[in-house]
């Protein structure tokens, strides 16, 4: 679980768009337990992929301070690594793991960064009449 | 394998469920068996809800049908059949599980409007297009007649909608307030005050937090959390026939209520020409047949398959199917659905950042739903959640940066503007029943249809009417993206009318000619208007269950049994 967690706050810093990140750790547990749940293939899913990517990380020619933010970022933006089907373990780490963690992230609200209140898959709140709805609306000289 | 029951009711989506329900409440000891022909799909569970956020396919997808058969699609991966030169589609268009199709469904709860009622005569009043309407009749109930009933759907499936919109009128407002015009409405808003097109909230079928007034209100289902993944509600917010099914089924005291699952009903079972005395069946995951028998048989298994149902009940009184009194008699016949267009444009930037925030309209607008537009095909427009060009996942999970992102956000962007067109009855419009068996254990469908010209030359009115929005929105490269023949809202097949000269049923969904066989689903509906049919559906299910019932008051509401009949 520390492995995925890692994964989870390497995301957080690349696209620098959650804040107090350790508020949601029990949340990607659960996330990461529900994964299994729904489909016992995904503990191998987990294992293997972070043993590609404590591979990765021991492949960079870097001081280890850089290696792990080189390697986060070879695997959350290499194009090759995106294109399916997911036949090496990297690209399992990529397209199975990473990927989902991100599509987790910003439904968690990592979306608010790129200028939205509400999004598909985060709990924005009911629609209380007198208070302002839990996204944003339109603005009221329109009509 | 032989049981008895008072009332069975073939389906489980909402007409079933709301009927059931108004039965309950007037008569909790009443019996009452549900038949269905697929499984329970797990409700409110936090890990599917997880899997659909993450791969969008939603839990109940294997009990919709499977693609038609193409050059490169056959053998298993295809089943039913079509002829005809509309590329009708039924994949998506239906889910056959329990709860039926209010799984999928969008929430989106209209009324039809009183004109619709009298299609044939108002058309036929006028110089326009009468030919395209010649198969087509007024319904036998007027909207004055449903008015009553319609609020009562409203309270029971929840709507949220604007009392003070009076586009349609109404004796009682909407349990829930509407949810607000979001941001993204702002473009397209603006652009019709201009224009001077009208529009208005959309009415929609999830639970708010203010109401709690009504007997209907159910205490276990919980508000709306915009949470955007409406086709798999993790709080059950939005109305889902199998959460209601569930609670009558487990949390209420109505102890002859039961709903019997993987049941595929065969045919209905007649003692004489005027009554039926039950149905034959199979369980569709094993070799076991049987008979139920019932006082009273409610067909409430969507538009489709109630109709093929009617069909393969052949008996020696009933030679062509029950309830068509010739060879090609009205069951089958008249298959409409809606036509749903998707014109696309592109605005040249986007300084709101406009993006989707949640995966529910609230925009619409019926300028075009009137009786002026009728005698063309009325239709409506709604505002899409989302340029479709804007999507946060797929931008970061192919690597792009946060900066690429947002300049990507502010860059050109893609809108959409979406709606349904009317589309007349035709006779030679049909479904059947195939041989073959679907993935399911159903018989496969045969679909007839042809598309008149009329509703092919509407789409270009749209498109110019679209034009003119778009160009009030500084929106370019106006093109249809889509317009899709998906047969969502098939109707018509079991239509109601005035005698059997006419239709199938009558007033009050009996089948003419028979005393104890009703039909329940947009099967009656002479006509669809350009409207979603659920809210319509839901409101003669109670109607149904009132007339079934005796008179009088019902947990303190007055409603005299046909009383503008």
Not at chain 2, 169 to 183: A, D, G, V
Not at chain 2, 458 to 482: A, H, P, Q
Request: proline fraction near 6%.
């Amino acid at each position: 679980m520390d492995a995925l967690w890692a994964i989870f706050i390497q995301i957080c810093l690349f696209w620098d768009n959650l804040d107090n990140v350790h508020q949601y750790r029990s949340r990607l547990e659960s996330f990461v337990i529900n994964r299994i749940a729904n489909d016992p293939t995904y503990h191998d899913v987990y294992t293997r992929s972070v043993a590609a990517i404590k591979d990765l990380i021991a492949q960079q020619q870097l001081p280890p301070s850089q290696a792990e933010a080189a390697a986060y970022q070879f695997l959350f933006t290499d194009q090759n690594l995106y294109s399916p089907p997911p036949n090496t373990d990297l690209k399992l780490a990529r397209q199975k793991v990473a990927n989902e963690l991100i599509m987790l992230q910003l439904a968690l609200g990592g979306f608010k960064a790129f200028g939205a209140t509400n999004y598909c898959g985060y709990f924005g709140g009911p629609n209380i009449p007198g208070e302002p709805p839990p996204y944003r609306p339109m603005e009221k000289e329109a009509k | 394998m032989t049981r008895e029951v008072e009332t069975l009711i073939i389906g489980s989506g909402v007409a079933a469920a709301a009927f059931s329900q108004e039965i309950l409440q007037h008569d909790p000891k009443a019996s009452i068996l549900i038949v269905e022909a697929g499984d329970p799909i797990p409700m409110q569970d936090f890990k599917l809800w997880e899997n659909f956020l993450l791969t969008k396919k939603a839990p109940y997808e294997y009990y919709e049908d499977l693609a038609f058969a193409t050059r490169d699609l056959f053998g298993a991966d295809a089943e039913n059949s079509r002829r005809g030169d509309a590329p009708v589609e039924l994949k998506g268009s239906r889910v056959m599980t329990l709860g039926g199709s209010t799984h999928h469904w969008g929430g989106w709860s209209f009324r039809m409007k009183p004109e619709d009622f009298n299609l044939r005569s108002n058309v036929m009043a006028g110089n326009v297009n009468k030919a395209a309407i010649k198969d087509c009749i007024d319904w036998p109930i007027k909207y004055d007649d449903l008015e009553p009933y319609y609020c009562l759907a409203e309270e029971y499936i929840g709507v949220s909608g604007d009392s003070d919109d009076r586009t349609v009128p109404r004796s009682k407002n909407y349990p829930f307030k509407p949810f607000p015009f979001t941001l993204e409405d702002q473009p397209v808003a603006r652009a019709m005050d201009k224009l001077g097109y009208c529009y208005g909230n959309l009415p929609i079928a999830r639970q708010g937090v203010n109401g709690g007034e009504s007997d209907r209100e159910k205490p276990h289902r919980a508000p709306c959390q915009t949470t955007g993944t409406c086709k798999y509600c993790p709080f059950g917010a939005r109305y889902a026939a199998a959460n209601f099914l569930d609670f009558m089924s487990n949390h209420e005291s109505y102890d002859n209520f039961d709903i019997m699952t993987n049941c595929i009903v065969e045919e209905i079972l007649m003692t004489a020409k005027n009554k039926a005395c039950g149905i034959s069946y199979r369980n569709r995951l094993g070799a076991e047949t049987g008979e139920i028998l019932a006082e009273r048989v409610i067909v409430a298994a969507g538009a489709i398959e109630s109709a093929k149902l009617l069909l393969r009940s052949k008996s020696g009184d009933w030679t062509y199917g029950l309830g068509n009194y010739v060879a090609d008699g009205f069951v089958g016949r008249n298959f409409v659905f809606h036509p749903y267009f998707m014109f696309q444009g592109t605005m040249a930037s986007n300084p709101l950042l406009l993006q989707p925030e949640m995966d529910f309209p609230t925009f619409c607008s019926r300028h075009f739903d009137t009786e002026a537009e009728q005698a063309k095909g009325k239709f409506i427009l709604v505002n899409p959640p989302g340029p479709s060009s804007v999507k946060l996942a797929d931008m970061l999970t192919k690597g792009q940066t946060k900066d690429q992102i947002n300049q990507q956000l502010r860059g050109t962007t893609v809108v959409q503007l979406h709606g349904m067109v009317e589309f007349f009855s035709q006779s030679a419009n049909r479904v059947s029943n195939c041989l073959k068996r679907n993935h399911l254990g159903l018989t496969e469908t045969q679909v007839i249809c042809n598309a008149d010209e009329g509703v092919k030359e509407r789409i270009v009115d749209i498109e110019e009417v679209v034009g003119k929005i778009f160009d009030g929105m500084g929106v370019s490269n106006l093109s249809l993206n889509t317009y899709s023949w998906r047969a969502d809202h098939a109707a018509s097949v079991c239509r109601m009318g005035r005698d059997e000269s006419e239709g199938v049923v009558d007033k009050d969904l009996k089948i003419f000619g028979v005393d104890n066989v009703y039909v329940l689903s947009n099967a009656v509906f002479p006509s669809i208007g350009c409207v979603n049919p659920t809210l319509t559906l839901t409101a003669l299910a109670i109607r149904l269950g009132r007339h079934l019932t005796k008179p009088g008051k019902v947990r303190g509401e007055e409603i005299a049994l046909g009383a503008k009949q």
